[in-house]
């Protein structure tokens, strides 16, 4: 069973026109976390946010920030996620030619480390740099949007990376991206999950207080509110 679950809302669901607002009411709400999507429309087919909005969103947030780059070759920008304040920068394995160099060029710039894996994209590609990443994202859904369903051969893949991180004494976090709702919540964390993200099935339910007790009702004793 996972120590303690971490819910870090995916901010895509959340409304643009009061970025603040909503950082605010996430961390009043007595979040710890929040999930940035930035996208490219290249690497996913749609584009989101990019460092300025970072930058300037950060000033006012105490949240830790978890960003999730779905960016083509990563390695341009992550000293722009660093100094924009990402406490952790979450790269696709998919995206990265020299994923082990990208890996230890986040932890030199200060940030932790992330690797995440696209739905069909094997968990072999993370065997020898478990050691090196605090975080790894399972994507289950393909990424790109908000509101999709989850894809159930997700679960098989957290239950097996759960076991190959155990078996190299990793202390890498499990995150699960796509489709999490407070129904599949008790699941997740049964096979291994310690980070759910959550965008639509979070927003579309203020107050967020209330929503977070929900997902920690779905948890059973597991959360805490900071
Ligand atoms: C999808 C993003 C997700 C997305 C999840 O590409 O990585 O973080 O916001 O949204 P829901 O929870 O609605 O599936
Ligand atoms: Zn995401």
Partial sequence: MPKEMILSPSLLSSDFSNLARELR??????LSWVHWDVMDGSFVPNITFGPPIIAGCRKNSGLFFDVHLM??????????????????L???AEACRHLERTLSEISRLGAKPAVALNPHTPLQVLEYVLPQVEMVLIMSVNPGFGGQT????????????KSMINQCNSRA?????????????????????????????FFA??????????FMQAAGEQLKIP
């Fill in 25 to 30: 009411d996430l961390e009043d709400a007595g």
């Fill in 71 to 88: 960016i083509e070759a990563p390695d341009r920008y992550l000293e722009d996620f660093v100094h924009a304040g990402a406490d952790l």
């Fill in 90 to 92: 979450c790269v696709h």
């Fill in 150 to 161: 989850f894809i159930p051969f997700s679960l098989e893949k957290i239950r097996r990376l």
């Fill in 173 to 201: 976090l499990i995150q699960v991206d796509g489709g999490v709702t407070p129904d599949n919540t008790r699941d997740l964390l049964e096979w291994g999950a310690d980070v759910l993200v959550s965008g639509s099935a």
């Fill in 205 to 214: 339910h203020p107050p967020y207080r209330q929503r977070l007790e929900t």
